[in-house]
């Protein structure tokens, strides 16, 4: 485990106290504001208030996408929404059936298994799906890059509508239309928005266009919360509306199986961003780790109460379960590393863990090790599939592509891909992608660093501060939560608590005491 640098940042005291003078807030919060590039009041009211929504319009075959949708609802064609095993594909597809369930448009949904199928679009599934009379299929977190699937759709008579998020090629699949911000003709001008927040724009364009919605637009902003904060996308622009008006309805539990999720879990305070990322999303993660991620689909479109608290019920079972094999799988793999020099990147694959969870466990390293991670599972026939993470600004879709040679297949983020590769191979495309990895650091801080945004003194914290720094909620990815420092503290008191967490009782010079903690 590397210790961190603390990095501070350099604060101009005229700027702080102009801005803090115009916008009647506090030096602290002035400061805050500053670290973070905003150095004008206007600036600053802009990232206090909400952005107002793009026009859906903006993303690439919108029209052709609704219309076609449109056309299915009217005529009572069957429409098959086919989304990822994880929250963000869970939630996207909720998102549409209950949108256009609402309408009274013959939908059903379809997500494919972890273990036996694998991540997004596969031949078999759309050969069965055709087979069973859909003639639409409308994909979530998935089908970007998904050609020959799309194709055989094609030469079956069944339309397709791709609604992704994922690094793009430049050659787009032959599908009725392509919804993906990261398109290279994308004029949208925000390119963050997860699965489920384009869901909620096809939504939003197909009320804008035919003056009808299935289901009030805004009672579908929880599904967009839990997706957006569960991805890691930035809660910038768009993000932040979605995720704070979705936060207000998961703290409702408006919907029946997030009461019952809710309860599952233990939550009975306001909903936050930190609920979503700790309580809430790695139980309906949990289906499709280690069952069928149709539990998750079922428990946010049900409506009946014994029905929810079944599935919650079971989600919670599950998460326990992923919990302990985690740990296991946890275990053997530092145990792998020890005694050797820690390399630029790790790479790691074994025969005996699960696929489920290996994503995880490489969150896990690189939070440990500060370096990026594969992680792998083998199966019978020899092929390795994983999860990579990284760390430090290295994008992981591109070292994967500069690999691209070794492996069978790659997709994903800058900042998590998964990969598949024959464990004869795993060895060569370590090697490269250290090199490749090692190439990218050379030059760069290898020290993880703790950015801090300010130093305060203990008697600036008070509850302004708290309200000023609550205008900037939610808190997540690319909008971190603030990181104040205050030094000359006096420890007053302090003991282990827990698990190993130390509880101090601190003040500074003359101030009131304040109780902190360590985890």
Same mark, same amino acid.
């Given at each position: 485990?590397?210790?961190?640098? /603390?990095?501070?940042?350099?604060?101009?005291?005229? +700027?702080?106290?102009?801005?803090?003078?115009a $916008?009647?807030?506090?030096?602290? @919060?002035?400061?805050?504001?500053?670290?973070?590039?905003?150095?004008?009041?206007?600036?600053a009211t802009?990232l206090?208030?909400?952005?107002?929504?793009?026009d859906?319009?903006?993303?690439?075959?919108?029209?052709?996408?609704?219309?076609?949708?449109? !056309?299915?609802?009217?005529?009572?064609?069957?429409?098959?929404?086919?989304?990822?095993y994880?929250?963000?594909?869970?939630?996207?597809?909720?998102?549409?059936?209950?949108?256009?369930?609402?309408?009274?448009?013959?939908v059903?949904?379809?997500?494919?298994?972890?273990? !036996?199928?694998?991540?997004?679009?596969?031949?078999?599934?759309v050969?069965? $799906?055709?087979?069973?009379?859909?003639?639409? $299929?409308?994909?979530?977190?998935?089908?970007?890059?998904?050609?020959?699937?799309?194709?055989?759709?094609? &030469?079956?008579?069944?339309?397709?509508?791709?609604?992704?998020?994922?690094?793009s090629?430049? %050659?787009m699949?032959?599908a009725?239309?392509?919804l993906?911000?990261?398109? @290279?003709?994308?004029?949208?001008?925000?390119?963050?928005?997860?699965?489920?927040?384009?869901?909620?724009?096809?939504?939003?364009?197909? &009320?804008?266009?035919?003056?009808?919605?299935? =289901?009030?637009?805004?009672?579908?902003?929880?599904?967009?919360?839990?997706?957006?904060?569960a991805? %890691?996308?930035?809660?910038?622009?768009?993000?932040?509306?979605?995720?704070?008006?979705?936060?207000? &309805?998961?703290?409702?539990?408006a919907?029946?199986?997030?009461?019952?999720?809710?309860?599952?879990?233990?939550?009975?305070?306001?909903?936050?961003a930190?609920?979503?990322?700790?309580?809430?999303?790695?139980?309906?993660?949990?289906?499709?780790?280690?069952?069928?991620?149709?539990l998750?689909?079922?428990l946010?479109t049900?409506?009946?109460?014994?029905?929810? +608290?079944?599935?919650?019920?079971?989600?919670e +079972?599950?998460? !326990?379960?992923?919990q302990?094999?985690?740990?296991?799988?946890? @275990?053997e793999?530092?145990?792998?590393?020890?005694?050797?020099?820690?390399?630029?990147?790790?790479?790691?694959?074994?025969?005996? /863990?699960?696929?489920?969870?290996v994503?995880? =466990?490489?969150?896990?390293?690189?939070?440990r090790?500060?370096c990026?991670?594969?992680?792998?599972?083998?199966?019978?026939?020899?092929?390795?599939k994983?999860?990579?993470?990284?760390?430090?600004?290295f994008?992981?879709? +591109?070292?994967?592509?500069?690999?691209?040679e070794?492996?069978?297949?790659?997709?994903?983020?800058p900042?998590?891909?998964? %990969?598949?590769?024959?464990?004869s191979?795993?060895?060569?495309?370590?090697?490269?992608?250290?090199?490749?990895?090692?190439? /990218?650091?050379?030059?760069?801080?290898? =020290?993880?660093?703790?950015?801090?945004d300010?130093?305060?003194?203990?008697?600036?914290?008070?509850f &302004?501060l708290?309200?000023?720094?609550?205008?900037?909620?939610?808190?997540?990815?690319?909008?971190?939560?603030?990181?104040f420092?205050?030094?000359?503290?006096q %420890?007053m008191?302090?003991?282990?608590?827990g698990?190993?967490?130390?509880k101090?009782? =601190? !003040?500074?010079?003359?101030? $009131?005491?304040?109780?902190?903690?360590g985890f």
């Amino acid at each position: 485990m590397k210790s961190k640098l /603390w990095v501070f940042q350099d604060i101009n005291l005229s +700027q702080r106290a102009s801005l803090a003078q115009a $916008l009647l807030i506090s030096p602290a @919060a002035a400061s805050l504001f500053l670290a973070r590039g905003v150095t004008t009041p206007h600036e600053a009211t802009v990232l206090m208030s909400l952005q107002s929504p793009h026009d859906p319009f903006l993303i690439p075959d919108m029209e052709q996408a609704i219309e076609r949708l449109h !056309r299915a609802v009217n005529t009572q064609e069957p429409i098959c929404f086919y989304g990822d095993y994880d929250v963000d594909g869970i939630t996207a597809t909720s998102l549409y059936l209950s949108f256009f369930g609402g309408l009274g448009a013959k939908v059903r949904a379809y997500v494919p298994h972890r273990l !036996r199928e694998g991540y997004g679009l596969n031949l078999g599934a759309v050969q069965r $799906l055709h087979d069973e009379g859909i003639s639409l $299929l409308v994909t979530s977190d998935c089908g970007t890059t998904s050609h020959k699937e799309i194709e055989l759709a094609a &030469q079956l008579g069944m339309d397709v509508v791709v609604t992704d998020h994922h690094q793009s090629d430049e %050659v787009m699949p032959q599908a009725v239309a392509v919804l993906n911000p990261h398109r @290279a003709d994308a004029l949208y001008p925000f390119r963050g928005l997860c699965s489920a927040a384009l869901a909620y724009k096809v939504a939003q364009a197909y &009320q804008l266009r035919y003056g009808v919605a299935g =289901v009030p637009l805004e009672s579908l902003l929880d599904l967009v919360a839990l997706a957006t904060v569960a991805d %890691v996308v930035p809660l910038q622009d768009e993000n932040r509306s979605f995720v704070r008006e979705g936060l207000h &309805q998961l703290s409702r539990g408006a919907r029946c199986g997030i009461r019952a999720l809710k309860q599952a879990a233990g939550v009975t305070r306001e909903c936050t961003a930190e609920t979503i990322a700790f309580k809430l999303a790695p139980r309906i993660n949990a289906a499709g780790r280690l069952d069928d991620a149709m539990l998750g689909v079922r428990l946010l479109t049900t409506d009946i109460p014994s029905e929810a +608290q079944q599935l919650a019920d079971r989600l919670e +079972q599950l998460n !326990r379960e992923r919990q302990r094999i985690e740990v296991d799988i946890m @275990a053997e793999a530092l145990a792998s590393l020890k005694g050797h020099a820690l390399p630029p990147a790790l790479v790691l694959a074994s025969r005996h /863990w699960h696929l489920g969870v290996v994503g995880i =466990v490489a969150a896990r390293l690189v939070d440990r090790f500060q370096c990026p991670a594969i992680v792998m599972a083998i199966n019978e026939e020899g092929m390795a599939k994983g999860s990579a993470r990284t760390t430090g600004g290295f994008d992981l879709y +591109q070292g994967l592509a500069a690999c691209r040679e070794l492996l069978e297949s790659f997709g994903g983020h800058p900042s998590a891909a998964g %990969v598949t590769i024959r464990e004869s191979r795993i060895d060569e495309f370590r090697a490269m992608f250290s090199g490749v990895v090692a190439g /990218w650091t050379h030059d760069s801080v290898k =020290v993880p660093t703790l950015n801090v945004d300010a130093e305060v003194r203990l008697d600036e914290v008070n509850f &302004q501060l708290i309200q000023e720094i609550g205008s900037l909620h939610p808190f997540g990815a690319g909008n971190p939560e603030p990181t104040f420092a205050v030094t000359g503290l006096q %420890v007053m008191d302090s003991r282990t608590v827990g698990e190993k967490h130390l509880k101090m009782t =601190v !003040r500074q010079g003359a101030s $009131l005491p304040f109780d902190s903690i360590g985890f």
